[in-house]
């Protein structure tokens, strides 16, 4: 394959480059390079010595002429840290059993049970190939990758764009097709199935049903449209329908099973660690749909962009989301950006804080908060510096997820605990691109 | 697809439909700035960290998932 050098910069690649997500042609006043490295560094941390994340993304695309170009990303993860396991406090000190049936915890009067055995390295690899084909059509097709020590996704995708309108309008469509395979730490529990303790006997009689890996289907399509409103102002409203198939469940959430009137644990029985808990257990399929509209705006010197994402799926939950971004450009070589972001959702249907001694078992239940009704808000800011070759940034955000901390499931001794308790956590990135 | 989404597309759908008036090519020099774009690394961070702490994904692009986070 020959492979032209790019020539500089010429209106129509420009024109183009603006209207689809596609990365296309950027806009350069000299010779176009030939390669783009993205590179970030990110450290996320919650509060409560709950989940810290490090992480690399680096990301290169290679433009091989105006028309072809090609991109790789790879993302490494590192988390550590602890994450509620879905039972609630108690007067008493609970004990629960680690994946795996050792590495049991305890957890103090009054506390919010974390498991602490949450650890994970994730890698992640994904490309795309992108194409025009012809003057008013492009096409992208890439790959998806990911592998944890418990989980591993692979997946395909392609999108398809055509401009319309003298490159007003671009209307795209993309489909996307993910399996993972899951495969949780000690094997799979039985949903709405009792924790057992640490000498569990029965282990080994189900360890054949334990161990085989689970797996999960994704099947995503978006289509939309991008509107050229105005010299200043430019509109993207898009759709998608996600459907997901198979082990939906996670494999490490609980929950607490409690006296209807006093709100105490229950006894577990032999075998059990000393209350009763239950495995989580979700339905195996979610259809989510979305809809999702973002409106930029060029001033003389600074941009803004605003976008809001109404969801829903066939658990229950709806949610609805927005997200604003101001863009300073301060001088030619500097700008800080604020970014505010607000979400709320309602809660799935199968969520429940506890479980009452004497209800009849639901078909699904969860315990996990981030199914529960809550509500999140972002604040934030980027500040960039361009240099010859690229550009730094860093990017400060804080985070603040709060649910019903009492809801009406708190009965007798729950009353007095926070039962979901809020999530504060700071995101912070060093980014830095450059072109060569 | 519930009612409020219905119309939220037609409405937005009209939107679209009643502010077209045709930018020429040589009008683009605010639409072409840098800025007006997302940064994908920003979005790609953005959207895995909410994926894994909340109940909705997608929009912008594909709802996928990819990740035992959730």
Redesign the interface.
Request: aromatic share 10%; proline share 5%; glycine share 10%.
């Given at each position: 394959m020959q492979l032209k050098k790019p020539i500089g910069s010429s209106?129509?690649a420009?024109?183009c480059?603006?209207l689809g997500?596609l990365?296309a042609a950027?806009?350069a006043a000299q010779e176009a390079p030939d390669w783009e490295i993205?590179s970030?560094l990110?450290y996320?941390g919650e509060d409560n010595n709950r989940v810290t994340d490090g992480?690399l993304?680096i990301?290169a695309r290679r433009r091989l002429d105006e028309d072809r170009s090609y991109n790789l990303?790879l993302t490494v993860d590192s988390?550590t840290g602890a994450t509620p396991s879905g039972a609630v406090p108690a007067n008493v000190v609970q004990t629960f059993t680690g994946p795996s049936g050792g590495g049991s915890y305890v957890v103090q009067p009054g506390e919010t049970p974390y498991d602490t055995n949450f650890l994970?390295t994730?890698i992640?690899l994904s490309g795309s190939w992108n194409q025009a084909l012809g003057d008013a059509m492009r096409y992208g097709i890439g790959f998806?990758?990911?592998d944890?020590y418990?989980?591993l996704?692979l997946?395909l995708?392609g999108r398809l764009e055509r401009d319309f309108?003298?490159?007003?309008?671009t209307v795209f469509v993309?489909a996307?097709f993910?399996q993972?395979k899951?495969k949780p730490v000690g094997g799979t529990p039985v949903g709405l199935a009792p924790m057992f303790g640490e000498d569990d006997e029965n282990e080994e009689d189900d360890d054949e049903d334990r161990n085989v890996d689970l797996t999960?289907d994704?099947v995503?399509v978006?289509f939309g449209?991008t509107?050229?409103?105005?010299?200043?102002?430019?509109?993207e409203?898009?759709?998608?329908y996600?459907q997901?198939d198979g082990y939906l469940t996670?494999p490490y959430k609980i929950l607490s099973v409690v006296d209807p009137l006093t709100g105490a644990p229950v006894p577990g029985l032999e075998d059990e660690v000393p209350y009763l808990y239950l495995y989580e257990k979700r339905p195996d399929s979610r259809a989510?749909?979305?809809?999702?509209?973002?409106w930029?705006h060029?001033f003389d010197r600074d941009?803004m962009?605003i976008?809001f994402?109404?969801?829903?799926?066939d658990?229950g939950?709806?949610?609805q989301?927005v997200d604003a971004r101001y863009?300073w450009?301060i001088n030619d070589d500097s700008?800080l950006e604020p970014h505010l972001r607000y979400?709320t959702?309602s809660a799935?249907d199968f969520y429940r804080t506890v479980l009452f001694q004497g209800d009849p078992q639901p078909d699904f239940a969860s315990a996990d908060h981030?199914?529960a009704d809550?509500g999140?808000y972002t604040a934030g800011f980027?500040y960039g510096r361009r240099t010859q070759r690229g550009e730094f940034s860093i990017?400060l955000e804080y985070?603040r997820?709060e649910g019903d901390p009492s809801p009406g499931s708190a009965v007798g001794d729950l009353a007095s605990f926070e039962l979901v308790p809020p999530?504060t956590?700071i995101?912070a990135?060093f980014?830095y691109k450059f072109r060569f | 697809m519930n009612r409020r989404l219905q119309i939220a597309i037609l409405a937005l759908a009209v939107a679209v439909a009643a502010g077209c008036a045709e930018v020429k090519p040589w009008e683009r020099d605010l639409h072409a700035r840098a800025d007006m774009k997302a940064d994908q690394h920003d979005a790609a961070i953005d959207d895995h960290i909410y994926f894994s702490k909340e109940a909705s994904s997608g929009g912008r692009g594909f709802a996928g998932g990819g990740c035992g986070c959730n």
């Amino acid at each position: 394959m020959q492979l032209k050098k790019p020539i500089g910069s010429s209106l129509a690649a420009a024109t183009c480059g603006l209207l689809g997500v596609l990365p296309a042609a950027p806009v350069a006043a000299q010779e176009a390079p030939d390669w783009e490295i993205d590179s970030s560094l990110l450290y996320y941390g919650e509060d409560n010595n709950r989940v810290t994340d490090g992480s690399l993304m680096i990301s290169a695309r290679r433009r091989l002429d105006e028309d072809r170009s090609y991109n790789l990303t790879l993302t490494v993860d590192s988390l550590t840290g602890a994450t509620p396991s879905g039972a609630v406090p108690a007067n008493v000190v609970q004990t629960f059993t680690g994946p795996s049936g050792g590495g049991s915890y305890v957890v103090q009067p009054g506390e919010t049970p974390y498991d602490t055995n949450f650890l994970d390295t994730r890698i992640a690899l994904s490309g795309s190939w992108n194409q025009a084909l012809g003057d008013a059509m492009r096409y992208g097709i890439g790959f998806s990758s990911s592998d944890e020590y418990d989980y591993l996704h692979l997946g395909l995708n392609g999108r398809l764009e055509r401009d319309f309108n003298n490159r007003n309008t671009t209307v795209f469509v993309g489909a996307a097709f993910g399996q993972d395979k899951v495969k949780p730490v000690g094997g799979t529990p039985v949903g709405l199935a009792p924790m057992f303790g640490e000498d569990d006997e029965n282990e080994e009689d189900d360890d054949e049903d334990r161990n085989v890996d689970l797996t999960k289907d994704v099947v995503d399509v978006l289509f939309g449209v991008t509107q050229v409103l105005s010299r200043r102002s430019l509109l993207e409203l898009s759709f998608s329908y996600g459907q997901s198939d198979g082990y939906l469940t996670d494999p490490y959430k609980i929950l607490s099973v409690v006296d209807p009137l006093t709100g105490a644990p229950v006894p577990g029985l032999e075998d059990e660690v000393p209350y009763l808990y239950l495995y989580e257990k979700r339905p195996d399929s979610r259809a989510k749909q979305s809809l999702f509209a973002e409106w930029r705006h060029a001033f003389d010197r600074d941009s803004m962009a605003i976008n809001f994402r109404l969801m829903d799926d066939d658990w229950g939950v709806q949610s609805q989301t927005v997200d604003a971004r101001y863009r300073w450009n301060i001088n030619d070589d500097s700008y800080l950006e604020p970014h505010l972001r607000y979400y709320t959702q309602s809660a799935a249907d199968f969520y429940r804080t506890v479980l009452f001694q004497g209800d009849p078992q639901p078909d699904f239940a969860s315990a996990d908060h981030r199914l529960a009704d809550m509500g999140a808000y972002t604040a934030g800011f980027k500040y960039g510096r361009r240099t010859q070759r690229g550009e730094f940034s860093i990017r400060l955000e804080y985070y603040r997820q709060e649910g019903d901390p009492s809801p009406g499931s708190a009965v007798g001794d729950l009353a007095s605990f926070e039962l979901v308790p809020p999530l504060t956590a700071i995101i912070a990135q060093f980014g830095y691109k450059f072109r060569f | 697809m519930n009612r409020r989404l219905q119309i939220a597309i037609l409405a937005l759908a009209v939107a679209v439909a009643a502010g077209c008036a045709e930018v020429k090519p040589w009008e683009r020099d605010l639409h072409a700035r840098a800025d007006m774009k997302a940064d994908q690394h920003d979005a790609a961070i953005d959207d895995h960290i909410y994926f894994s702490k909340e109940a909705s994904s997608g929009g912008r692009g594909f709802a996928g998932g990819g990740c035992g986070c959730n």
